[in-house]
DNA sequence: GGGATAAGATTGACTCCGCAACCAAACTAG
DNA sequence: CTAGTTTGGTTGCGGAGTCAATCTTATCCC
């Protein structure tokens, strides 16, 4: 339990704090951060919406208002898929690639300052492989066989 | 990075899931029943405002709608403090006691089960010290020195 | 083919909670 | 004693994200 504990006020922390410096260098939230992540890494720049809030930890509609607030500032685009009318991709533009890039820089280096100054390499790898055995981690780079449809 | 991806994830994960259980069978959320289980550890089942919102990992202001909630619903009342008009106690009930009770029959043993299915004890063990060197975890049982003022 | 069922996506209403601004009480000087 | 500063606490406003309901398109099965 303390475990539970523990990871909840250092997600509450550490959300607070990276959350006041991406929304002070680039308006964005560390949840918006990780979407682009994941979009700018995802093959063709663009996932169905479905997988994107599965691998962000959104339900569907959570993902629908996000991508709302991204498409408005331009970061990202809706694209139709021609073999399957129920499915729209979010699709990264290049704005959202810039902006990426921009938030990267500082948010990067201080999510690497908190974790170098707290544990070696060891302890980190350590750390990546227990948390992945909890419920709703290790979304990583799986989960996208089928991501070759088209247009 | 992947640390923190998968904080993020395993956080979102079995919030929403102990949300949903906590929800159905006490009507109350998982940050209620820390608020509430460290005020029923608190000595006299009370602490100030400020020192449980560190606790539990809230703002100040997120403190107060929180207790508005669970004094609403009769769990907690405060308490003015003699020596120090500014500050007010929270302090558990009978009820809100009561409320823990029944609500941590299920909860813990959830709880119990996510761990003790994915991790030996020393596995365990070594995720909680790992976490604890996180920002804003181990706010655990210290930080209450001058825990005793009057009325 | 034609009706049930499922899957992707969106919307409305709601809750939680943070920030910034604020008030009041308490220390700290000059 | 009075003026500034700090500390405890609350409130207006707004953002983020959930759930339940809904709509549309696919799929399954007879």
Redesign the interface.
């Known amino acids: ?17 990276f959350n006041a410096d991406l929304q002070a260098s680039s308006a964005i939230t ?1 949840t918006d951060f ?1 979407a682009l992540r994941r979009l700018a890494a995802a093959d063709g720049g663009r996932m169905r919406r479905v997988d994107l809030a599965v691998a ?3 339900t569907a509609s959570g993902m629908t208002r996000l991508l709302d607030g991204l498409e408005r500032a331009g970061a990202v685009c809706k694209e139709h898929c021609s073999s399957d009318a129920r499915v729209t991709y979010a699709a990264i533009t290049d704005a959202g690639r810039a902006l990426l890039h921009a938030a990267a820089e500082s948010h ?1 280096s201080a ?2 300052a ?2 170098s100054e ?2 070696s390499p060891a ?2 790898d ?3 492989e ?11 780079a799986s989960s996208c066989p089928g991501a070759a449809a088209e247009d």
């Open positions: 339990m303390t475990a539970w504990v523990r990871l909840m006020g250092a997600h509450a922390a550490m959300t607070r704090s560390v990780e962000v930890g959104l990067l999510l690497a908190v974790f707290r544990f302890e980190l350590q750390l990546v227990l948390l992945g055995r909890l419920p709703g981690a290790e979304e990583d």
